[in-house]
Structure formats: C-alpha cells, structure tokens
C-alpha cells in the first residue's frame, strides 16, 4: 500500500544550520508530495508541494523535489532560524481520485539561538 | 478569508460518554476530509465527504465513530461510548481545486 516514511527526530540546530529531513515514500502510480508544518500550537499548514516528478515545490526558504528514481522528497532549508522550530509531516496523495492525504510521523525540529 | 474552524478546541469525556466534534469549512469548499492524530504521529485519514455525500469511511475506526455533513458545509464528527484508545486530536480539512487541504486547528479529545 501506500505509505511515507520520514527520518525520526528531533533535530535539533544552531540558527543559520543547514537543514535536511529525508523523506521517502512508497506508491502506486505518480502521487503528488507534500510537506506540512505545525508550529507550536497551531495547525497543520502547507509549506510546499509538487506534482509530478522533478518538480521542486518551496516557500519561505524551504525546498524539495521530487525524486521518482529514489521516491524521495527530502526537505532542505539553508539557513535554518529559531522560528522554524516546529514538527514537519511529509504526505503523499494518490493520483486521481479524492486526494485523501497520507502522513508520514512527523519530524520535531528545534533550532536554538 | 476564514479557515477551517473546529469546536471545541479541547473536549474531556468520560468513558462511555458521547461526543460530537464540529468542522466549519472554508466556504465553498466541496471536499472535506476528517483525520485522526495521536500523540507523537502522523494523522490518519477516517472519512471523506464530497458536498454531503459520504463517499468514504473506510478509515473509521469502529462503528462507534460516526460521521456526516447534512448540508454540504458543516460537517459533525459523533463517537459514541468514547473508550481510553480514542483520545487523540481529531483534524478536518477542506480542499480547494488545486488539490490543497486546509486544515483546522483541531479537537484534542481526552477520554478519561
């Protein structure tokens, strides 16, 4: 079936660290890739996505592509900053159909002064 | 514009007790979408509705949960005789066209 892995946390960073959190999936088809955040108190937000494969998906800094050779969608950030600490949930949806989102477990980034 | 709004934010039940959850969408939003996330996971999809049509429930957990959208808008999410195992945050979400989920700040339920 389909399904998402993410590297475990937490990672914890100085600010300005560069920032990876792996990402790898397993699906059937051509899904679209997600990653979603969630600060400390809120909800779940969209960061970025992409479609199809070799897509990048970014916003606020943050990047990922789209790997079909490797199924992956590593998150990568240059510079990190104390206001990115959150947790980060990589999801895929299935192409066609009604889209439903499945999640990997989350990773909690810390990053500190 | 208005999110997807969810109430109430916080809810402890007694075991056995029954609870039902609210999700407003954002308007115009056909799809909406109910999740379940327990601590330290990833949320898990329960059901699916298309305007008010219940298109899949495939991932409630019992027959106790109960879901349903009368009006294509408002959507209840309803446990019945809620048990220890249901406490979790229990998300909605609504999409757009361009296949994006906009989710609420969520319902933590506490079952005691």
């Known amino acids: 079936g389909n399904s998402v892995t993410q590297m475990e946390g937490p990672v914890t960073l100085s600010e300005e660290a560069f920032l990876t959190i792996n990402c790898t999936y397993t699906?059937?088809?051509?899904?679209?890739l997600f990653w979603y955040v969630q600060y400390p108190g809120e909800g779940l937000q969209l960061l970025l996505k992409?479609?199809?494969?070799?897509d990048k998906g970014s916003n606020k800094g943050f990047e990922a592509t789209y790997r079909k050779e490797t199924t992956s969608f590593h998150l990568e950030k240059g510079s990190v900053q104390v206001s990115d600490s959150a947790v980060y949930f990589c999801?895929?949806?299935?192409?066609?159909?009604?889209?439903?989102?499945?999640f990997g477990a989350g990773t909690r980034l810390a990053v500190h002064p | 514009g208005a999110g997807v709004s969810q109430s109430p934010r916080y809810k402890v039940a007694k075991r056995g007790q029954d609870v039902a959850l609210r999700c407003d969408p954002i308007?115009?939003?056909?799809?909406l979408f109910w999740y379940q996330q327990a601590l330290g996971q990833g949320p898990e999809f329960l059901t699916y509705?298309?305007?008010?049509?219940?298109?899949?429930k495939s991932g409630l957990p019992s027959d106790r949960f109960f879901a349903e959208r009368p009006e294509g808008s408002v959507s209840t999410l309803k446990i019945q005789r809620t048990q220890q195992e249901d406490s979790a945050v229990y998300l909605c979400?609504?999409?757009?066209?361009?296949?994006?989920?906009?989710f609420g700040p969520g319902t933590r339920l506490l079952v005691l």
């Open positions: 979400a609504s999409r757009d066209s361009e296949e994006t989920q906009y």
């Open positions: 699906a059937t088809g051509y899904p679209s």
């Open positions: 992409a479609t199809k494969a070799d």
């Open positions: 999801a895929l949806s299935r192409s066609g159909g009604y889209n439903k989102l499945i």
């Open positions: 308007s115009g939003h056909v799809s």
């Open positions: 509705f298309q305007n008010e049509a219940q298109l899949d």
